[in-house]
């Protein structure tokens, strides 16, 4: 090792138990992977030459390092992402992506693959293995022989991610110019004081006179639709937002069809007829059948809801101009606009309370405390802080998990936005589980930031996503999988948020909620109000996960309309305006990171899950069914078929009622 190598903290990640991020540098990155893969591709061609023995274990041990590293790299940019200096970011990317492809182009090692005896292996053996060749076979290796359908799959697998970078980039564009300047405050007035600061302040920036800025970013469009009274502005934020990359300088539709014409193109030469097949041949659904009939089912229930909803919201709005002697002409009808701003209204009449005086229920160290007690109670988990001085950030809180005087993990909880870091939130393994080593698990989340000797507080949206993103972690931390391409969240795509989903429904029991001093009355409110009006979100969910299969389906292409095509797709209880489309600002279909393609159903395919067990849970001792949970599901990672695995925790096939019932449509 040269003295550079020899001082790179990066190389040396295995030897100690945090991450000693206070002497990692920007710089140790590049040399880190350069090394990283030329040992890894001295290993392979090891095992290729036969001088290491060929099996699933010694194939996966040898990119252990590399994907610690990748991991660390892809954390620190989507938590820093302004600080990239020296990084060699465009480098970084070339090496990762040349080295993973190369892996699975390789002919050798997939003959090693298939020299493999397959009805020998156990059913973890046998997941791993399929886990390996299904990459195998997306880089073509099952046509070898057709050079022709190889050079071109090569071509299309290299184009893909430029034209969604591409993509990515207009939606950026569009997101930063498409805007409203309010300059009568009165529209306005219903605002919380705070967003309006934040408002002001950036209209000044922006360079207006005077006004209030409002871009078609998450926070700033949810508080125009939330609480602008004026109903024309409103109008105008929604058909701005509709048409993001749609009827704007920086459209997508054609980047779009060229993806999905290239992502078509591969599925043909894979050997599938669609894409979606394609995708769904590799997800715990199966099948397009399977899909559309779970969606089809919960869409009629919610279109009923979803009518009794409108009338409600409708009335209500009538009588809440009434009573405010507002006259408004044309109300004939609830408009999408109108939804946010009523139910908002209607949901703090109803429940005498609104979102924001609802945090001070919630303090953070609170909420921390009943989930860890939870933890302990269904788990024997025991929780407790750790001073730790190598953090990437001071906000950062991090905590120790033991059972049985057992370290069996690091939990760190990053919960403040920053500039550079990315939005949502989010769980990742900072150091993954393997064999003798103390995993590390963070979760990341952008909460409103308490003001300085503010007590930092939660929502209750906040409080839930903890809930849920500890759920995540406990599917890693349990993980007794032997491999490590199956361990953890490495499991169909539509099974990953069944473990997350399922904790959510914790938060809101009541002996939990008694904890942070309700009174019983507001406790059923916070109940109640978790799924309030809840059907007019999941026809809108249906709607989108309807235009994500319908767009990778044979029906749609080049001469496609995508506006008639959304519209034949949708159906709602309100009107659909005319000028907005989804498929062309969807970052779930067209993203670098996380793929969602043919597979935004699987948010509900999962919680049908989690409520089915939840419902289990109800039915004896906590304890001891969560004993089962974790034993059948959380240790198990994606060692076997999902519904499998399912059936051997609640001894027969999955129910969607509790889902239907929870959700008010049943
Ligand atoms: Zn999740």
Redesign the pocket.
């Given at each position: 090792m040269s003295s550079d190598l020899e001082n790179n903290p990066l190389l040396k990640i295995f030897e100690t138990e945090f991450i000693p991020y206070k002497i990692i540098k920007n710089e140790h990155y590049f040399p880190a992977f350069e090394k990283a893969i030329k040992d890894a591709n001295n290993e392979f061609e090891k095992i290729i030459n036969g001088k290491i023995p060929f099996s699933l274990s010694s194939f996966e041990k040898i990119t252990d390092f590399y994907d610690q590293l990748k991991i660390l790299y892809n954390n620190k940019r989507r938590l820093n992402s302004l600080d990239e200096e020296n990084l060699k970011k465009k480098e970084i990317d070339s090496l990762i992506s040349e080295f993973e492809s190369n892996i699975y182009m390789n002919k050798d090692l997939y003959m090693k693959f298939k020299e493999l005896e397959v009805s020998n292996l156990s059913n973890e053996e046998k997941s791993a293995y399929k886990t390996h060749m299904r990459k195998f076979l997306e880089n073509g290796m099952n046509i070898l022989n057709e050079e022709d359908k190889l050079k071109r799959l090569k071509e299309i697998n290299l184009e893909i991610p430029h034209l969604i970078s591409d993509y990515e980039n207009n939606m950026i564009k569009d997101e930063a110019e498409l805007h409203i300047n309010i300059t009568d405050e009165n529209d306005i007035i219903e605002m919380p004081e705070s967003l309006k600061e934040t408002a002001k302040k950036l209209s000044k920036e922006k360079g207006y006179e005077k006004g209030f800025y409002f871009n078609i970013q998450a926070p700033s469009y949810k508080a125009i639709m939330m609480y602008c009274k004026n109903r024309e502005i409103r109008k105008q934020m929604y058909l701005l937002f509709g048409s993001e990359c749609y009827t704007t300088k920086n459209s997508n539709i054609n980047i779009m069809k060229k993806i999905l014409e290239l992502r078509k193109e591969k599925a043909k030469i894979l050997g599938f007829e669609t894409y979606a097949d394609f995708v769904l041949s590799n997800r715990m659904a199966k099948n397009e059948k399977n899909v559309y009939d779970l969606l089809y089912k919960v869409r009629e229930k919610s279109l009923i809801a979803g009518k009794r909803d409108y009338e409600l919201l409708y009335n209500y709005a009538i009588q809440y101009h009434q009573k405010n002697n507002i006259n408004l002409e044309n109300f004939n009808s609830l408009e999408k606009w109108d939804i946010s701003y009523y139910s908002e209204k209607i949901k703090e009449e109803l429940f005498e309370i609104n979102s924001e005086e609802l945090r001070k229920y919630f303090p953070l160290k609170k909420v921390l405390e009943v989930l860890f007690d939870l933890l302990y109670k269904l788990y024997n988990i025991k929780v407790s802080k750790v001073e730790n001085e190598t953090l990437y950030n001071e906000e950062i809180q991090v905590f120790k998990f033991e059972e049985d005087g057992k370290i069996i993990g690091y939990f760190y909880i990053d919960l403040y936005p920053r500039i550079g870091k990315t939005r949502g939130?989010?769980?990742y393994a900072l150091k993954p589980k393997i064999i003798n080593k103390i995993p590390i698990v963070g979760i990341c989340y952008n909460c409103r930031k308490p003001n300085e000797n503010e007590e930092p507080t939660l929502s209750l949206n906040e409080s839930e996503g903890v809930f849920?993103?500890c759920?995540?972690s406990l599917h890693i931390f349990f993980s007794e999988c032997k491999f490590k391409s199956i361990s953890g969240l490495n499991v169909l795509w539509d099974f990953?948020?069944l473990p997350?989903?399922f904790m959510e429904n914790f938060f809101y029991e009541y002996d939990n909620l008694k904890k942070f001093n309700l009174s019983d009355e507001l406790i059923r409110k916070v109940q109640r109000m978790r799924f309030y009006l809840d059907s007019f979100f999941e026809v809108n969910y249906i709607n989108y996960s309807l235009i994500d299969l319908k767009i990778h389906s044979n029906d749609f292409d080049n001469n496609s309309d995508i506006e008639k095509v959304e519209n034949e797709v949708s159906i709602d209880v309100f009107n659909r305006p005319k000028g907005i489309s989804r498929s062309l600002s969807f970052s779930h279909l067209f993203n670098a990171t996380y793929d969602y393609s043919v597979g935004y159903y699987s948010?509900m395919w999962a919680e049908i899950f989690a409520f089915d067990v939840y419902e289990e849970f109800k039915k004896g001792d906590q304890r001891e069914k969560a004993k089962k949970f974790r034993e059948c599901i959380l240790s198990k990672g994606g060692s076997d078929d999902p519904n499998v695995l399912f059936v051997s925790f609640k001894g027969k096939e999955y129910s969607i009622l509790p889902f239907l019932k929870a959700k008010g449509l049943e």
């Open positions: 939130g989010w769980v849920h993103e759920g995540h990953v948020e997350s989903q948010y």
